[in-house]
Nanobody
Framework: VQLQASGGGLVQAGGSLRLSCAAS????????RQWYRQAPGKQREWVAT???????DYVDSVKGRFTISRDNAKNTVYLQMNSLKPEDTAVYYC????????WGQGTQVTVSS
């Protein structure tokens, strides 16, 4: 499985972005699709998960602002980010978890104040 993340960019505080992570290859064994982020000088942190059953979970700092979703027909997972804050600035990575773990290459999100 190969993952291609896209959708990052520069946005003002309060704005929105939608990240996409498109998977190529068989995702039959994938049971969780996740987003992580890594800010400069900080460790990578988990942001959101959507399970194979469609159950979602979020880190507290993004609850109510971010929404993870998926399109099975397109083999793609999304992260809709609203009400963005400067502290959301980071490189965002998608991760698929199954028998193996797969990471996307990251997409930069920069939120200006």
């Amino acid at each position: 499985v190969q993952l291609q993340a896209s959708g990052g960019g520069l946005v003002q505080a309060g704005g929105s972005l939608r990240l996409s992570c498109a998977a190529s290859g068989s995702t039959f064994s994938i049971n969780a699709r996740q987003w992580y982020r890594q800010a400069p000088g900080k460790q990578r942190e988990w942001v959101a998960t959507i399970s194979s059953a469609g159950i979602t979970d979020y880190v507290d700092s993004v609850k109510g602002r971010f929404t993870i979703s998926r399109d099975n027909a397109k083999n793609t997972v999304y992260l809709q980010m609203n009400s963005l804050k400067p502290e959301d600035t980071a490189v965002y990575y998608c991760k698929f978890v199954g028998r193996y773990v797969y990471w996307g290459q990251g997409t930069q999100v920069t939120v200006s104040s």
